[in-house]
């Protein structure tokens, strides 16, 4: 495929493509201890849970925190 065609083929599809930031072992061990509660219960944290969350550990501020 030709960069004609994949320039074409991301205006077309309607979404915005963003680079994905691998998560540090540190960011996911924080993660997994902060939200053990809600990952044992299976549901997903609520908004101002998240923004919380990043006040305390500076180190997630890379994190969107939305499905990509």
Known sequence: MDQMTRASNL???GRVK?????WT????RITKDYF???INEKK???KSEIE???E???IMENKTWQKN
């Open 18 to 22: 963003h680079a994905k930031v691998k």
């Open 56 to 58: 305390l550990y500076p």
């Open 44 to 46: 997903p944290p609520t």
């Open 36 to 38: 053990k509660n809600d």
């Open 52 to 54: 919380v969350f990043k």
């Open 11 to 13: 205006k077309n599809s």
């Open 25 to 28: 072992a540190e960011q996911k």
